[in-house]
C-alpha cells in the first residue's frame, strides 16, 4: 500500500480511491496546479486533504460557506487530523487564539474565508507560515458566469501575490460550464494545470419533470407509495414552503420544514429531526441543505423550476448519496419561470456589485434560466441534456429518465406553427404565451372580449388541440427561435427573422410528443434499497442508536461519527475484532480508538 492509501484507510477509513480522486492527488502530488470538476457528493474534499497531510506545509483551503467550513472541520477532527477555521462565526478572541495555534504550527489544514486573506492579522500570519497548497473550494465564485459570482473570491490572487513563495493552487467546483472553468483557470492564473471533469452521471437517480396541473395533489399522490421514505421537498418561496407543508401534516406525514423566515433554533431543530429520520421528509426553500450529507434521502421533488441547472442538479443530487436507487422529480409550470425571471430583476442582496457588472449578470444568470426552461420542456433524454450542460457526454438514451421511459411519436406540426405564428403577428407582438393560446383555443374569457379578439382572425382556429398540447408547440417554436419570448416581467412573444419562413411554407415543423393515452412505464423502484434489505435491521437500528447517542455527547451530527453507509456495512460484515472493525467502509484508526469499542460491543452482543 503507498502513502496516499495509508493515509486514505488511516484517517478516512476508505478503501480505495472514488473516480478521478487518484487523477487530481497525483497530480498535486506532483507540484502541479489541479483543477477537479466534480458534482457535490463525489468526493472533492479528499482530493485536496489527502495531499495536504502528505506534503511539508500548511494548506490553506478557501471556502465561501461558514457552515460548510464548520461541517468540514469537525469531520476532520474526528478523522484525527489538526484542522481550524478561521471566519467571521469566531470572537475576535478565539480568532487570536486559532491564528496563534496556526503560527505554532498546529493546524495541517486551514479553512479561511476569503474576506479574510488580505486583514493585516491573516497577511502577519501567512508571511512567516510554509504554505503548501492553496486551495479554492467551491471556485466558480471567482467566475461572473457561475451561479454564484463573489467579489471577494478576486481577493485571492492578490493574497497569492503578497506571498513570499506560491504555493501550489488547486480549485474545486461542481460547476463545469466552460466559460465558468475558463476563467476559473485564468482569473485564478493557475500555470498549465491539470483539469479533470468527472463523475456527473449519478446514475442510481431517476429523473423526470412532469407539468401537473395540480402540484399538490401530484406530490400527495406519490408520497401514498413513497411517503415512508426519506425525501426533500424544495419549494421556491417560504409561502409556498407553510403551505405545502401545513397540507402534508394534515395527511398525516412525518414533515418538517426550512426556511430562512424561522428562527435559529427552529431551523436546528428542524434540520436534526430530519436527518435522524424522525421527520423524515422535508419542506424546504434553497436555503437547506448545504453541508448536508445525508446518505438515505430516497427522493427529491421540486415544487417550482429552479433558477438554473446547477442549482437543480445540486440540489436533485442530495438524493441517493449511498448510490440506492432514488427518484428527482420535477413539477414544472410556467409561472415558475415568471417567479424567476421576477427574482433575476430584482436581483438580490449582492450589493458589492457595480451597476453594470449587474446588468452582466442577470443577463447571464437569463441565459441560464433559459437553460433550465428547456430541460423542463425537451423531450430528448433528461441526462443526456444535463451531461452536456456540464461539458459530459452521454449516450442519448440513459433508460432511466421520464423521457427515455416515454414512447414519443413524431407529428407534423407546420399547420399550427403557420397559425400561431400568425396569431402573434396579428396582435402586434404585444402579448404573452397565455393571450395568444386563449385566442388560438377560442377562450371565452372577459379579457378576450375586452380586446376584441373575438373577431381576430385566428380566433378558435386551433381549438381541437388541447391547451396543454398548444403551449407545447409554442414553446417548441421558442426553442428552435421561430418566435422570441422576451425576458420581462411579463414575457411577450415576438417574431424573429425565421418566422417568416414558417408562414411561406418554407419550413416543415416536426416535433416529438409524447403518444396520447400511454402513460410512461415507470421503472419499479425497489421497494427497499438492497444493501439495507439484505443486513438486520435490528441490529442497523441498535446501531444508530449508538451512533445519535455519541453524536448527542460529542455535539456534532450522527454522519460525522459514522454515515449510513458504514453502519450498513457493519451490519453486512459483522466485525468481530479490530481488524475486521477496520475492514468496514469509513472506519480509520482514529475513529476506531474513539467507538470503535463501543460499536464492536453492540455487534458481538
Ligand atoms: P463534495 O465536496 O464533492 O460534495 P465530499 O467531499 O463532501 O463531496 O464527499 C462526499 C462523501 O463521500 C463524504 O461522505 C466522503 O467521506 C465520501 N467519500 C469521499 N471519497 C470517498 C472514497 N474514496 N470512498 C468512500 N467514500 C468517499
Ligand atoms: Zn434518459
Redesign the pocket.
Known amino acids: 500500500m503507498n502513502e496516499k492509501h495509508k493515509i486514505?484507510k488511516h484517517y478516512?477509513g476508505?478503501d480505495?480511491?472514488?473516480e478521478g480522486?487518484e487523477v487530481l492527488i497525483d497530480s498535486i502530488l506532483a507540484g502541479k496546479d489541479t483543477v477537479g470538476i466534480?458534482?457535490?457528493?463525489?468526493?472533492?474534499?479528499?482530493c485536496y486533504q489527502v495531499p495536504a497531510l502528505m506534503m511539508t506545509g500548511i494548506t490553506l483551503v478557501i471556502s465561501p460557506l461558514i457552515s460548510l467550513m464548520q461541517d468540514q472541520v469537525s469531520t476532520l477532527n474526528q478523522a484525527g487530523v489538526h484542522a481550524a477555521y478561521l471566519n467571521s462565526s469566531l470572537s475576535y478572541n478565539q480568532y487570536r487564539l486559532a491564528l496563534r495555534y496556526a503560527e505554532e504550527g498546529r493546524y495541517k489544514i486551514i479553512y479561511v474565508a476569503p474576506e479574510r486573506l488580505m486583514t493585516e492579522e491573516f497577511q502577519q500570519f501567512a508571511a512567516g507560515a510554509d504554505i503548501s497548497m492553496i486551495s479554492v473550494d467551491e471556485a466558480h465564485c471567482v467566475s461572473q458566469w457561475g451561479q454564484d459570482f463573489r467579489p471577494s473570491y478576486l481577493k485571492i490572487m492578490e493574497f497569492v501575490d503578497c506571498l513570499p513563495n506560491r504555493p501550489i493552487i488547486s480549485a474545486?467546483t461542481?460547476t463545469a460550464t466552460k466559460q465558468v472553468k475558463e476563467d476559473i483557470i485564468s482569473i485564478l492564473r493557475l500555470q498549465d494545470p491539470t483539469c479533470l471533469t468527472t463523475g456527473f452521471d449519478r446514475s442510481n437517480l431517476f429523473f423526470s419533470v412532469k407539468t401537473p396541473g395540480d402540484k399538490f395533489a401530484e406530490v400527495s399522490r406519490y408520497l401514498m407509495e413513497h411517503g415512508k421514505q426519506s425525501g426533500i421537498i424544495y419549494c421556491q418561496t417560504r409561502k409556498v414552503v407553510e403551505e405545502v407543508h401545513e397540507r402534508l401534516l394534515k395527511e398525516g406525514y412525518a414533515v418538517t420544514r426550512y426556511h430562512a423566515g424561522l428562527s435559529d433554533r427552529e431551523r436546528k431543530q428542524n434540520q436534526e429531526d430530519f436527518i435522524y429520520d424522525v421527520k423524515p421528509i422535508m419542506v424546504a426553500t434553497n436555503a437547506f441543505g448545504m453541508g448536508i450529507?445525508k446518505s438515505n434521502v430516497r427522493f427529491v421533488i421540486h415544487y417550482n423550476m429552479p433558477k438554473d441547472m446547477e442549482s437543480y442538479y445540486q440540489e436533485a443530487g442530495r438524493a441517493g448519496?449511498d448510490e440506492e436507487p432514488s427518484e428527482c422529480i420535477l413539477l414544472y409550470g410556467g409561472q415558475d419561470v415568471v417567479l424567476n425571471q421576477f427574482f433575476i430583476d430584482q436581483n438580490r442582496d449582492n450589493d458589492e456589485l457595480d451597476e453594470e457588472t449587474l446588468e452582466v449578470i442577470k443577463q447571464r444568470d437569463r441565459e441560464r434560466l433559459k437553460k433550465m426552461t428547456f430541460y423542463c420542456i425537451t423531450n430528448e433524454c433528461l441526462r443526456e441534456y444535463m451531461l452536456r450542460y456540464f461539458g459530459e457526454f452521454g449516450d442519448n438514451y440513459c433508460g432511466n429518465c421520464s423521457n427515455c421511459l416515454t414512447q414519443f411519436e413524431t407529428e407534423d406540426v407546420t399547420e399550427s406553427a403557420k397559425k400561431i405564428i400568425g396569431c402573434v403577428a396579428s396582435i402586434n407582438e404585444r402579448f404573452g404565451m397565455t393571450m395568444v393560446v386563449d385566442i388560438l383555443h377560442g377562450s371565452k374569457a372577459a379579457k378576450i372580449k375586452n380586446y376584441g379578439f373575438e373577431s381576430n382572425d385566428f380566433y378558435g382556429t386551433l381549438s381541437e388541440v388541447t391547451i396543454p398540447k398548444l403551449r407545447q408547440i409554442l414553446n417548441h417554436l421558442v426553442l428552435l427561435n421561430y418566435l422570441h419570448l422576451t425576458e420581462d416581467k411579463y414575457p411577450v412573444l415576438q417574431l424573429t427573422d425565421e418566422s417568416q419562413t414558417v408562414l411561406d411554407g418554407d419550413e416543415e415543423i416536426v416535433m416529438k410528443m409524447a403518444k396520447e393515452n400511454e402513460r410512461p412505464v415507470k421503472k419499479k423502484a425497489k421497494k427497499k434499497s438492497a444493501v439495507l434489505h439484505d443486513v438486520d435491521e435490528n441490529l442497523f437500528e441498535q446501531l444508530r442508536e449508538l451512533r445519535m447517542s455519541i453524536a448527542k455527547e460529542e455535539h456534532v451530527p450522527p454522519?460525522i461519527i459514522f454515515?449510513d453507509k458504514s453502519l450498513v456495512d457493519m451490519c453486512a460484515k459483522l466485525p468481530k475484532t479490530k481488524e475486521d472493525m477496520l475492514e468496514v467502509?469509513?472506519v480509520g484508526d482514529v475513529k476506531f480508538e474513539k467507538y470503535g469499542q463501543r460499536f464492536l460491543d453492540i455487534i458481538n452482543q
Open positions: 486514505l478516512f476508505y480505495g480511491f472514488r480522486q466534480m458534482p457535490t457528493g463525489a468526493g472533492k474534499s479528499i474545486f461542481a450529507d448519496r454522519y454515515s467502509s469509513g
